[in-house]
């Protein structure tokens, strides 16, 4: 059986395709793509473009003297045309926190990778702001309703379609490659129901 399209996770709406869906980055073939690819910058709310302002220090000689100048002349975030506040890009597509270097993973070396100064930052102690939420729980993009409810929605990207077969091939939701930053956001008891239903659709018998 399909699941309903939506879910009611303690009154935060999701979509059925971050449960139903399977993806994994695979910085091996994609290289992170993502921070240098789109017509914007990743969404920021205004305590975080303290946070990111209050590292800015730290993370300077990681960024290129584009960013630089670019974050020297409007800042670290602006607003894009539907008035949504998120971090500022170079040449119209490139995150102004991107650097360039290459990456040990399982003991593979990925050269060139798209890596985030702010993550660095943060993973070698020099920072305690990591990323943007947006970022860390991408492919789910949160919406907010004027109702005050909360939704999130599985974003389709062409450029992680490396993802989606890897998350295929390890049989990995959505939800679970995610559980960290969703955690972050809503907290150790919301995920633990969230887990809850999944395991009560399951033994309904709809397609998890």
Known sequence: MTIPPI?????????????????????EHCKG???????????????????????????????????QAVVDKQGVAYSDPEGELVTSIVNG?????TYYDDLEISDARISHCCLCALEKAYRT????????????????????????????????????????????????????FLKEPLIRRFGQEWYAELENIVRELAAQGFDV
């Not at 709310?45 to 300077?60: K, N, R």
């Not at 597509?93 to 926190?97: A, L, N």
């Not at 909360?150 to 490396?162: A, D, M, P, T």
Request: charged share 25%; hydrophobic share 35%.
């Open 33 to 67: 793509a993502c921070c240098v690819e789109g017509d914007a910058g990743a969404p920021v709310t205004l305590d975080e473009i303290g946070q990111i302002e209050d590292a800015l220090d730290v993370v300077w000689d990681d960024m290129t003297a584009s960013a």
């Open 93 to 97: 597509k490139d995150c102004v926190f």
């Open 125 to 176: 102690g020099h920072s305690k702001f990591c990323k943007p939420i947006s970022c860390a729980l991408y492919p789910i993009r949160e919406k907010r309703f004027s109702s005050g409810l909360i939704g999130l929605n599985y974003h389709r990207w062409s450029v992680c379609e490396c993802a989606r077969k890897k998350g295929k091939s390890l049989d990995l939701p959505v939800y679970r």
């Open 7 to 27: 879910i009611d996770v303690d009154g935060v709406l999701i979509s059925s395709d971050i449960i139903t869906e399977r993806f994994c980055c695979d910085l």
